[in-house]
Each structure stands twice: as structure tokens, then as C-alpha cells.
């Protein structure tokens, strides 16, 4: 048994200029229907890996760690802490979570960690027993971050998890303790944020990447299109070629984190070399790779 399902977290609405970069507004409006502040809904999408002997949380989302000011800035949609609800739909809490992996340190990653904002109360992790994945390069980005993605990352994160006891830090290589070879593989890119870890999912059938934001949702498998956030847009051009040809080899799935109405696609090429998604899949649940090499849509929210 190795079943993935996709679990909803927080949403939240972004300025579309920012989330399609050099893409105009004329072409992104048709792939995501701006608001009146010009604003496009995002999901923040978690998906959970359960094998039998271990649960693994790829992402946690934005969660609901903002105060009421920060929540309206940052334009997060519900005040309830929706990753732990639809963990309790799955039968789960965050106690039952072994790993937690987080592709990278920025809040709308991340920020699904920490239990419910509330007055006068600091920071508080959740997720006891897991231990928390996170890259060395990834990691020491958030402890010192640049100037330009300052304001992405939650300052008290990093010693918060050091002080857990249950943080491991993955270099170029290395496997994770606990997450088999075989099943897990970790893979870093660059053009959006440093050393941002990817994790693929392996069965006896179907293969699963998680994209986290090298490609956050459906319209930015285009190639040309990136964000406004990324730091290097030719290198992660260049980084979602090399995953690309990989995946089609492999038949596999792409995992999509901000896409509020797909969770996973398949890929094709054209004969002109252009890549898009295909047979897409909205949120789903149980979906096995050791039977299956596509997953059953089934509503998950």
C-alpha cells in the first residue's frame, strides 16, 4: 500500500501581475478570474503519503497563524485552521503525522505548522511527533534571508523547529532517516528560492511529484511562464524542462500546490516542443501507486 491524497489548507487571493510575472494581464485574466483589487484565488494544498507503516505531509499551507491584519494583507480567505479540518476528515490530527516536508521556509508553505492565531499567544507548533523534512540550503535562506524575500519567510520558524529536537536538515544526496529510497526521492531547484526540496513518490505503479512553487499550479506549466517571486525565471525555465522530460518518461503525475481546481496532471509535448497539462485531476482521495498509475477524483474539501 502507498496511498496519496491530496488535503486541502488555507486559501488565499494574490495580485495577479505577481503570481504570472511577465505574462500580461489581457492572457492571465483567462486562467484566473482576478477580483476587484485585481487579487486571484490560490489554494494552499498539502498532500499526505501513507504507506502502511508511516504518514508524510508534503507542505502544511499558509494555515491561520496571522493575526486578523497580516491575514487581510496577505489575503487569506478563512480564519479557521482548514488543514487540520480536513485532516479530521481523513480520520487524522496532527498528532498521527510522522514526517512533515517542506519544500521551503515561506509562510504560505509553512505557515500551516503553527496552531491558530490567538491574542497574546506566541507562536506554537503543532504536529508533535513528526519529525520536520526541510533542506540545509532552504533552510539557511530563512535564517538569513535576502533583503527582496524577507517579508516570505516567519522569523521565529527556524529556531522553533531547531528547538523541537525533530528537524532534519537534507543535503544534495542524503536521505531523510526514517523515509525509504525507494519511495521517497529529493531533488533541489533554485529559480524560484534557494535549495527548494522536491519530493517524488514512488510505487509499483504510479509516480507523483510535488511541484511546491517550480510549478504552482496548471497555467504555469507553460514554460515561459513564471512568477513575479522567482528569483532566477530563465533558471527555473530551465529546471521545469529537466523535471518534465522525467516525469513523461515515467507517465507521472505533476502535484500542484496553488491550483484551486487541480491537485495533479499527467503531461504531454506537442510536436513543437510545447508542454501542458493533460488528463487533470481535481482533489482526490486513496489514490494507491503500488495498483493505480492515476489517481480516482474525489472531492477532498
Request: hydrophobic share 40%; glycine share 8%; with cysteine.
Amino acid at each position: 500500500m502507498l496511498k496519496l491524497s491530496s488535503v486541502a489548507g488555507n486559501s488565499q487571493r494574490l495580485d495577479g501581475g505577481a503570481m504570472f510575472g511577465n505574462v500580461p494581464r489581457a492572457l492571465w485574466s483567462q486562467w484566473a478570474e482576478p477580483d476587484d483589487a485585481g487579487r486571484v484565488e490560490l489554494a494552499c494544498r498539502a498532500f499526505l503519503v501513507e504507506d502502511g507503516e508511516r504518514r508524510v505531509l508534503l507542505e502544511t499551507g499558509i494555515g491561520a497563524f496571522f493575526e486578523p491584519r497580516l491575514r487581510e494583507r496577505y489575503g487569506v480567505m478563512e480564519s479557521e485552521h482548514v488543514l487540520l479540518d480536513s485532516l479530521a476528515r481523513l480520520g487524522l490530527s496532527d498528532a498521527d503525522i510522522d514526517f512533515v516536508v517542506l519544500s521551503h521556509l515561506h509562510f504560505d508553505h509553512a505557515g500551516g505548522l503553527f496552531a491558530r492565531h490567538a491574542d497574546g499567544e506566541a507562536l506554537r507548533l503543532l504536529f508533535p511527533r513528526a519529525r520536520f523534512v526541510v533542506g540545509s540550503a532552504a533552510f539557511e535562506r530563512a535564517r538569513s534571508p535576502h533583503l527582496r524575500d524577507r517579508a516570505s519567510f516567519i522569523p521565529e520558524l527556524p529556531a522553533l523547529l531547531e528547538s523541537s529536537g525533530r528537524l532534519s536538515l537534507v543535503t544534495p544526496g542524503e536521505q531523510p532517516p526514517g523515509l525509504p529510497r525507494e519511495t521517497f526521492h529529493f531533488r533541489e531547484s533554485f529559480g524560484h528560492t534557494v535549495g527548494m526540496l522536491h519530493t517524488t513518490v514512488r510505487g509499483a505503479r504510479g509516480v507523483a511529484f510535488f511541484a511546491a512553487d517550480l510549478v504552482p499550479g496548471s497555467p504555469w506549466v507553460h514554460l515561459p511562464v513564471s512568477m513575479g517571486y522567482d528569483r532566477y525565471p530563465e533558471l527555473l525555465i530551465d529546471e521545469k524542462r529537466s523535471v518534465y522530460e522525467e516525469l513523461i518518461a515515467d507517465d507521472g503525475h505533476l502535484l500542484f500546490t496553488h491550483d484551486s481546481s487541480v491537485a495533479a496532471a499527467r503531461l504531454e509535448r506537442s510536436d513543437r516542443g510545447r508542454y501542458a497539462p493533460r488528463a487533470a485531476q481535481a482533489d482526490f482521495r486513496g489514490w494507491d501507486l503500488d495498483v493505480s498509475a492515476a489517481p480516482l477524483a474525489t472531492s477532498t474539501r
